[in-house]
């Protein structure tokens, strides 16, 4: 079992704000796409050039679609063969083609 590395306090601090902002950023995002301001393919965009915005779970990203519950989610993540726990950075060409084509519906 490996040990936590040893940060200084001021490292761990930088590391907080730093988790915190991520956070922030990502529910950003999710409200965006929530209130309409932001489209499935804008995220998907924005997830290329943004390693915060690529971390965001999939799921959690479809979730914050209007008129996207719980069951319309697992139903498109398999039929786009999408794992529970894929990232935004982790989707292939065929799955992002996929999950757009049942979004666009």
Excluded: C
Excluded at 39 to 63: F, G, I, K, N
């Amino acid at each position: 079992m490996q040990t936590p590395p040893k940060l200084t306090d001021e490292q761990r601090q930088l590391a907080s704000v730093r988790a915190v902002a991520n956070r922030r950023r990502r529910a950003e995002v999710k409200d965006q796409l929530r209130a309409g301001e932001m489209t499935w393919e804008q995220v998907l965009a924005l997830a290329e050039t943004d390693d915060v915005v690529a971390a965001l779970r999939v799921s959690d990203v479809l979730l914050a679609i209007p008129g996207v519950g719980p069951m319309r989610v697992k139903r498109f993540m398999k039929y786009a063969h999408v794992s529970q726990s894929r990232r935004l950075r982790g989707l292939g060409p065929q799955q992002v083609r996929l999950l757009s084509r049942v979004l666009s519906w």
